[in-house]
């Protein structure tokens, strides 16, 4: 997991464009311990003024503009990941 993290943060400087603490994504982990895959969402929440009628019904989430994004989600899956498999102290895996 400490690897997995610095390499993620690492891609966000080198591939700003596509990666970075500021998106979603999900990571995948093999918990050889209990021999079982975890999986970790990192995808952000909803904004709080999203309702059913706007993002839904009328259309669908948006494709541009202010309401299109979600609230990032990727940095909370990181430290959720990292509070579970962690090993480093989390300021040595940066």
Request: charged share 15%; with cysteine; glycine share 16%.
């Amino acid at each position: 997991m400490d690897a997995a993290i610095t390499m993620a943060a690492v891609l966000g400087l080198v591939e700003p464009h596509m990666s970075g603490p500021g998106g979603d994504g999900f990571l995948m982990v093999y918990d050889a311990a209990e021999k079982k895959v975890r999986c970790l969402n990192g995808t952000g929440a909803a904004p709080t003024g999203a309702t059913l009628e706007e993002y839904v019904l009328d259309g669908g989430i948006p494709s541009k503009g202010i309401r299109s994004a979600s609230v990032p989600g990727i940095a909370g899956a990181w430290m959720t990941g990292h509070a579970a498999y962690g090993r480093l102290k989390l300021e040595h895996t940066w």
